[in-house]
């Protein structure tokens, strides 16, 4: 299995609560998508979520609605992506 | 909000699920990912599904572990993807 460059902050929830206010627009006060073009979170798991914050702000990830997420996550420090990964992966 | 390019074929969840057994070792049987780098795929919206997939097959998907959906996704169809699409996300 290919797991390349893989490595994991641990992430503060509350920290990431508290920075989540800009994403609930699209993905929902609880990670629930409002528009099913967008993805739930809820309950993601953290590494995956962090992997894909970082090509969204690497500007790596493109189609889709990706313009979006490049910009939201281009002002995103990892410990921003780390506390919001973890918030969303604890959500049900 | 921008939306470009959206649209979504209706898909078969029963074909999808015939065509789902490469994906389960990543993903997991009923959708829950094997290893955390890698999504949850279980009642996420379809529509995101169908977009996600698509970009890795044009390798849009660049970064994280995006090389290997962009093999997976390089033989699926239009169809192929709707079927899938509507079989992780009419599970719970």
Redesign the interface.
Known sequence: ???PG?S?AAGDPDKGKAKAGVCAA?HGKNGV?M??????LA??????LE??L??YR?K?????????MQAQAASLSDEDIANLSAYYSSLQ
Do not use: D, E, F, T
């Open positions: 299995m290919l797991l893989v994991v699209c998508a528009v099913p073009i967008y993805p739930n309950g993601q798991n953290q590494a995956y992997s894909s970082k090509a690497a790596q990830r493109q189609g889709g609605q990706a313009v979006v």
